[in-house]
Structure formats: structure tokens, C-alpha cells
């Protein structure tokens, strides 16, 4: 793939990120007003535009995609409040990545940030700097733009994702921290973008990026080809996560990767030889213990 030597050479740009033709995301991207009250929905309109071309148009790296290439996500801003120019909402955000020789796109990233607020008018520049918090709306966008690079970066190559991450802790970091509560931003709160990225970037926990290689590219991309071969390296890699859950239960973004990946984990054992449908079973009860009946139910499937 072109993209794995692509990854070898990146040279991400952090200064340029004017509305050139866009390069990285095809990104749908929807806002939706139905619970709040009231028949001017412009507003909502607007917003949606803006976030589309500033997601679609910007130019967040060096990296040349070609159309094929680009990264398959969707952000859907569910608006829950608004007072003024000041919005409240929920974020539904979702990363696909084709899986090769196949027709099939593999979730990677599926996530609801409920803390998602920001302030907004007509007309607006969403002007953005990853090095400067300009507003909690480009800073969200802006961090979620460069986990999603991240993600599918290290679903390539090994590792290859770390420049896009560090650009996302940055974003974390140079965010401001809410006093007495939690804006998605705090460095103490364990569920948000904080300790997400810190989670990603943590080096005790270096077998989570170690898992988005293994399972992608070496388990999904060949299944086509070799689908004993393919099965047998996503087990490695789901078993390798073993260590992360007994190390610490909590972290977070091993529980959104779980939570992204079970009901595909689940439709890969329910085929195969017994021996290994088995043993990632009881792996995946272990890192999964509230969903151990259906692990369990996967076993029943007895076709290959």
C-alpha cells in the first residue's frame, strides 16, 4: 500500500493550516438540532457547512492522499442546548479503515463525547492552531482530527501514528482546565479527550498501539488471503491486552477499543478452528468480563 511508505517519510506540518484542497479526511459530517426548541435552525445550518470545509478543506499535514486514500469518518454534533452563541452538544465521532482485498471497512474509533461546548455565530472563521487554544470548538475538532491520522496511521505501520498523536496531547495540553468540573479537557478526569491521548501516549501502555498494527495489518489485511493466518494474529493481538487490563482495568482507551471492536471480535471467532475461537474466548472474558455471555455465545457457531 502506498500508504505504509508514505507513513516512513511523513513530515507533519504544524504551521500551515490554511483551507487548502482537502488532502487526509472524507469525513460526513452532520449537526443535529431536533432538542432544542425553536424554528431557527440557520444557525445549525451554518455550523454544519463550517465544521464540513473546515474538516474536509484543511490541509492538516504534509502527507499527498490520493482520493482512495483518504480517512472514511463521520462526526455527527447532536446540539442538546443553546443560550445565545453559546452551544451545547454531543459529539458521535466514527473512524472506518478498508480492510485490503475485501469490500469491508473495519470500525476503529466509535465514541460519543458527551462534554462537547463551544461558542458559535454566524458567519464565524473557525480559525485553529494546535499550539494555541483559539476556542473549544476548533480545539475538539482540531484533537479528534489528529487521533482519527493517529489511528489509522498506526494501523499501517507500527508506531506510525506518534507525530499526529503528539499534536493531539498538544492540543489536550494547551487547553484550558475547568475549575471545580470537567470540560473534556481535564488532566484528573479519567473519561475524556485527556485521558485519551494520555492513555494512547503513555509508554507502560505501548501493547495498545502494538494491537492497532498487529490486528489491522497483520490480522484483518490478510484474512482474505489467509484467513487462519489472519485470525491466528488478531488473537495475538487481543491476547497481548491481557497485560493492560491486569496492569489497570480502568484505562480508558483500552475500553474504547474493546468497545469498538467487540461485535467484530465476535464475528471472527464464531469461525475457525475450535482450539483458537476458545482460548479468545476466555482472553476476551477476562478484558471483557461484562460481556462474557456472549463470548461464551460465539463458541455455539460450529461452521468455519
Request: net charge negative.
Amino acid at each position: 500500500m502506498k500508504k505504509v511508505a508514505t507513513i516512513l517519510s511523513v513530515l507533519v506540518c504544524m504551521l500551515a493550516f490554511g483551507p487548502l484542497q482537502a488532502q487526509e479526511l472524507q469525513c460526513d459530517v452532520r449537526v443535529n438540532s431536533n432538542k432544542v426548541q425553536g424554528s431557527d435552525k440557520t444557525i445549525y445550518q451554518n455550523l454544519q457547512t463550517s465544521l464540513y470545509e473546515f474538516i474536509n478543506n484543511t490541509k492538516f499535514t504534509e502527507i499527498n492522499f490520493r482520493q482512495a486514500e483518504k480517512i472514511e469518518c463521520s462526526m455527527l454534533v447532536d446540539v442538546t442546548g443553546r443560550e445565545g452563541e453559546y452551544i451545547t452538544a454531543e459529539i458521535n465521532l466514527a473512524l472506518r479503515r478498508p480492510v485490503y482485498k475485501s469490500n469491508y471497512s473495519t470500525p476503529m474509533f466509535n465514541y460519543i463525547d458527551r462534554k462537547f461546548t463551544f461558542e458559535y455565530t454566524e458567519g464565524q472563521t473557525l480559525d485553529f492552531n494546535p499550539n494555541t487554544y483559539i476556542s473549544n470548538l476548533t480545539s475538539t475538532i482540531g484533537f479528534y482530527v489528529y487521533l482519527f491520522l493517529g489511528l489509522d496511521f498506526d494501523s499501517f505501520s507500527l508506531n506510525g501514528g506518534t507525530p499526529f498523536f503528539d499534536i493531539a496531547e498538544t492540543i489536550a495540553n494547551a487547553a484550558p482546565q475547568e475549575a471545580g468540573g470537567d470540560n473534556g479537557w481535564s488532566s484528573t478526569g479519567r473519561q475524556n479527550r485527556h485521558a485519551i491521548i494520555s492513555d494512547i501516549n503513555n509508554p507502560s501502555y505501548q501493547p495498545l498501539r502494538q494491537f492497532l498494527y498487529d490486528y489491522h495489518r497483520n490480522g484483518l489485511d490478510v484474512m482474505a488471503e489467509h484467513p487462519e493466518q489472519g485470525r491466528e494474529a488478531i488473537f495475538n493481538a487481543i491476547s497481548n491486552l491481557q497485560g493492560i487490563y491486569e496492569r489497570n482495568p480502568m484505562c480508558y482507551f483500552l475500553q474504547l477499543l474493546i468497545e469498538s471492536k467487540r461485535d467484530e471480535i465476535i464475528q471472527i471467532f464464531s469461525q475457525g478452528e475450535m482450539k483458537i475461537r476458545t482460548e479468545a474466548s476466555n482472553v476476551m472474558k477476562t478484558i471483557d468480563p461484562s460481556q462474557s455471555s456472549r463470548y461464551e455465545a460465539m463458541l455455539q457457531n460450529k461452521g468455519f
